[in-house]
């Protein structure tokens, strides 16, 4: 890894052991500032040349880091090596046109290679399992639509909103950044 990397956790170790209020952290109580980093890191990117994003994503691996090490001080079978390793075989696994026999000629293939070799590793049998409760409800409907095959049912609000996903799905929008912008330019005026 990095010098810069090994320094990071070294740092993280001993907030972990020498600052009272990180010693103090779970990974419970950590969980808020996951999800707050993640969205500001989401932001910065939509604020494209800002130089923001740098920053943001300093802060996401910082909660990275800190998991890793709550889960390394409260002996709990894991440290960052761990995360590290585990998605860098990830990676490994689900690009075999780069690191195996694979060949591909478009993002599309890759992108069905990879969800064949995610769904045969996870041997999911609902379509909602692995999408996250707390997941904003756009995005939701977006994952759940790319899972299911089969029309949408209904004329109450929601299947009209689900519909309109799916019309976002079909043009290659992201429906979320879509009604992200719509809703900043109504707020603008």
């Not at 320094?7 to 996951?34: G, K």
């Not at 309109?164 to 005026?189: I, K, N, W």
Request: glycine share 6%; aromatic share 4%.
């Amino acid at each position: 890894m990095s010098r810069e990397f090994d320094r990071l956790i070294e740092v993280m170790r001993r907030l972990r052991t020498e600052c009272p209020w990180t010693r103090e952290q779970t990974h419970a109580s950590l969980r808020r500032y996951v999800i707050e980093e993640a969205y500001e890191t989401a932001e910065a990117i939509d604020l494209a040349g800002s130089g923001h994003l740098r920053e943001e994503l300093g802060d996401l691996l910082m909660q990275v880091v800190i998991h890793a090490a709550i889960a390394e001080s409260d002996d709990e079978g894991w440290t960052t090596d761990d995360v590290v390793r585990e998605i860098a075989d990830k990676l490994v696994h689900r690009n075999p046109h780069v690191f195996g026999d694979v060949t591909v000629t478009s993002a599309a293939e890759v992108d069905a290679n990879w969800q064949r070799l995610k769904a045969e590793r996870k041997q999911r049998t609902h379509p909602t399992e692995g999408i996250p409760a707390d997941l904003p409800a756009l995005m939701a409907a977006d994952k759940v639509l790319g899972r299911v095959d089969r029309p949408v049912e209904g004329d109450d609000l929601g299947a009209q909103l689900l519909r309109l996903v799916e019309q976002a799905r079909a043009a290659g929008l992201d429906p979320e950044a879509e009604l992200r912008r719509a809703t900043r330019r109504h707020a603008d005026g």
